[in-house]
T-cell receptor, first 111, second 115 residues
Framework: KNQVEQSPQSLIILEGKNCTLQ??????????LRWYKQDTGRGPVSLTI?????NTKSNGRYTATLDADTKQSSLHITASQLSDSASYIC??????????FGKGTKLSVKP | EAQVTQNPRYLITVTGKKLTVTCSQN?????MSWYRQDPGLGLRQIYY???????DKGDVPEGYKVSRKEKRNFPLILESPSPNQTSLYFC??????????????FGPGTRLTVL
């Protein structure tokens, strides 16, 4: 069964610190993997998209990595800010255009 | 302004009363999709469409219908809503490039309560 699992479920860090969120998937065939940021009650906003041939992609302080062999991805946030408090969702697209979402990691950045 | 709009934003209805949630995008995107989001379950895909007159089931299509008669619109229809369809619904759209979807743009969400 196609699944996307994220860890941790929730995370609290201090402002200015770095953190790394994990994503494991079993989706096959695989088209691409993306990370979204979702503020409470709002629609997700895309951070990165990576195909199977890409190992890393950055968007400002966000850097995503992908290991297609082990089916793992990570999202690294550098020098966290209070505005980074949100849920971060890992999404895998299958070859038919279907999208499978992880349940997200809820990040809280404290001053 | 490029955007995805959904209407209504909030809806309270009763079991069995047919309803339609509209979704419209002004970016000429080929791909459109509906999701529901429930606490503890995350976002789940209901239906998606790769182009006009082409629709496919996502993970949780039961109890829902969609149509794609025009490129810009992708309404979600609940013929006979039930309380387990109480949820937050999102519509999204994107271009299709190289055989896969590009960056998806999400609408503001529709909070539906079925009594």
């Amino acid at each position: 069964k196609n699944q996307v699992e994220q860890s941790p479920q929730s995370l609290i860090i201090l402002e200015g610190k770095n953190c790394t969120l994990q994503c494991n998937y079993t989706v096959s065939p695989f088209s691409n993997l993306r990370w979204y940021k979702q503020d409470t009650g709002r629609g997700p906003v895309s951070l990165t998209i990576m195909t199977f041939s890409e190992n890393t992609k950055s968007n400002g302080r966000y850097t995503a990595t992908l290991d297609a062999d082990t089916k793992q991805s990570s999202l690294h946030i550098t020098a966290s800010q209070l505005s980074d408090s949100a849920s971060y969702i890992c999404v895998v697209e299958g070859s038919q255009g279907n999208l499978i979402f992880g349940k997200g990691t809820k990040l809280s950045v404290k001053p | 302004e490029a955007q995805v709009t959904q209407n209504p934003r909030y809806l309270i209805t009763v079991t069995g009363k047919k309803l339609t949630v509209t979704c419209s995008q002004n970016m000429n995107h080929e791909y459109m999709s509906w999701y529901r989001q429930d606490p503890g379950l995350g976002l789940r895909q209901i239906y998606y469409s790769m182009n006009v007159e082409v629709t496919d089931k996502g993970d949780v299509p039961e109890g829902y219908k969609v149509s794609r008669k025009e490129k810009r619109n992708f309404p979600l229809i609940l013929e006979s809503p039930s309380p387990n369809q109480t949820s937050l619904y999102f519509c999204a759209s994107s271009f299709i490039a190289g055989g896969m979807t590009d960056t998806q743009y999400f609408g503001p969400g529709t909070r539906l309560t079925v009594l």
